[in-house]
């Protein structure tokens, strides 16, 4: 496969032009990258109106994924959610009232901030028994089931999948919903780009979603911020043709050059290198040697190990220390679990390391949870032994002020202690997983507060009372 951003610079480069455009490291400098870090000068193409080596190589990773038009975003898959509702509300808007998506709670804030952009609304999916902040189980009946029961149906549905602990809705039974009723269906893919890659393939372009934001950085090799937004083969002609348009509203003109040489190299990689099944079957079986020793492992997409330490006595925090400890450094901890991210680039021997760390703490599991469940059974004769705190989960609640009102109105700092009552300004989260806890318009509760304070928000940013922008009864 051909790498045509890769070799333009490569060729610039040969040549040692003197560099009178920008950037001003004039590729000097000492990250060593800097003389293949260009900007869009004539021959290097323009990321928002392709038309040459930009445009070859997203031709190529169109090919690999399949689908009708594959753009490159060097934003992350955060320009790509702001341009997939950008491009909801070019095709969808309502002649009148509030332009809505319908959205699962566990978004990222990215959401949020494109929702505040556009000035749209979301309605709240929720999960139909309670669940872990970063997890929202929709299936299409209960999707359909709400979709039947609004008053008026959203412009669109907007869901996470897989989210950060790994679960993966069914989207081909959600994107059947979806088209029944005639709406598209926006998948944050942030976390699977990888999904493509799998026999049979579990990504959402291939399972019937209309657009879908890919971090290749997540999962792929590629730099940070390179990132994918797919359109559909099967979905509007003009989700494509706006697309850049789309993109460009939620992005700097001077796309990363470094990134965009990544994006197209990995295109390369995926189809001459990559082999997803031998790093499946490898995470697979390190599971399974896992299980065998008492670890408990919560299910999730094939690349991600969940460890549920609550069975250990310690927190996942604490978790996530003792892995420190021996220089291994996880992707996400809270006080329950802790989420390690695999990719092809993993070797056998760190995947054995992690094991070697990790097992030795579910070996007293068993006495743990009988001294949990002695504890539970005495609590009020025995002081309390040391273990997580319960499951946290998401709450429902009160939208005082649109997402895009709150965001913009006069704010304040506030001890999280002292919020309750008052009006979430800005997504009150933890990053990661940049799961909001409050959305933005959001009347802080006290199930809120001890989210806050469970995930080590001590500060929140609040309306300030009596602001100019007016709460919306
Ligand atoms: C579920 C999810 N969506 C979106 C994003 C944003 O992706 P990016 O960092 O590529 O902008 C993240 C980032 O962690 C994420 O976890």
Redesign the pocket.
């Known amino acids: 496969m051909q790498t045509p951003i890769y070799d333009f610079i490569s060729a610039y480069e040969n040549k040692q032009p003197i560099r009178l455009h920008m950037p001003g490291h004039k590729g000097l400098g000492i990250l060593g990258v800097e003389n293949r870090d260009i900007t869009e000068f004539f021959g290097a193409d323009n990321l928002y109106h392709a038309e040459g080596i930009i445009l070859e190589s997203e031709n190529n990773a169109t090919s690999l994924f399949g689908t009708r038009h594959s753009f490159y975003s060097t934003?992350?898959?955060?320009?790509?959610?702001g341009a997939m509702l950008y491009l909801a509300l070019l095709h969808h808007q309502k002649p009148s009232g509030r332009n809505v998506i319908l959205a699962g709670r566990n978004?990222?804030k990215?959401l949020l901030h494109a929702a505040a952009h556009l000035d749209l609304d979301i309605e709240w999916l929720y999960p139909k028994t309670k669940e872990h902040l970063c997890s929202c189980s929709v299936t299409p009946e209960s999707l359909e089931e709400v979709l039947l029961n609004m008053k008026e149906l959203p412009m669109a549905v907007y869901l996470?999948s897989p989210?950060?602990l790994g679960n993966m809705a069914d989207i081909k039974g959600i994107a059947d919903v979806c088209h029944e009723l005639e709406l598209p269906l926006l998948v944050?893919n942030?976390?699977g780009a990888y999904l493509q890659f799998l026999e049979p393939s579990m990504h959402p372009m291939a399972l019937g979603a209309d657009l879908c934001?890919d971090?290749a950085?997540?999962t792929l090799p590629v730099l940070?911020?390179g990132?994918y937004l797919h359109v559909n083969e099967t979905a509007m002609v003009s989700y494509e043709t706006q697309a850049r348009r789309a993109l460009s509203f939620f992005g700097s003109t001077s796309p990363s050059y470094l990134t965009l040489q990544s994006l197209d190299l990995c295109n390369k990689w995926l189809l001459e290198d990559a082999d997803f099944s031998s790093t499946v079957q490898m995470v697979a079986e390190c599971k399974e040697r896992l299980l065998a020793q008492n670890v408990t492992i919560l299910p999730s997409e094939p690349l991600k190990i969940v460890l549920d330490c609550q069975k250990t006595g310690l927190s996942g925090f604490a978790m996530e220390e003792e892995l420190l400890q021996e220089n291994i450094v996880c992707e996400f901890a809270d006080d329950e679990v802790v989420v390690c991210m695999i990719s092809p680039m993993t070797e056998h021997m760190e995947l054995a390391i992690l094991e070697a760390v990790v097992a030795p703490f579910y070996e007293i599991s068993d006495v743990v949870t009988e001294l949990m469940f002695v504890e539970q059974a005495l609590e009020h004769i025995l002081e309390p032994i040391q273990k997580p705190t319960p499951t946290m989960q998401l709450v429902t609640h009160e939208q005082k002020m649109s997402i895009r009102n709150a965001m913009l109105s006069p704010s304040e700092t506030i001890k999280t202690t002292e919020s309750l009552g008052r009006i979430c300004a800005l997504p009150a989260v933890s990053?990661?997983?940049?799961?909001p806890i409050a959305i933005s318009g959001e009347v802080i509760t006290e199930d809120m507060m001890e989210q806050f304070l469970a995930y080590g928000i001590a500060e929140v940013d609040v309306v300030v009372t009596g602001s100019p922008v007016k709460s919306e009864e």
């Open positions: 934003g992350g898959s955060s320009q790509c959610i978004a990222h990215a996470t989210d950060y944050d942030a976390h934001a971090s950085h997540k940070t911020g990132a990053c990661p997983p940049a799961i």
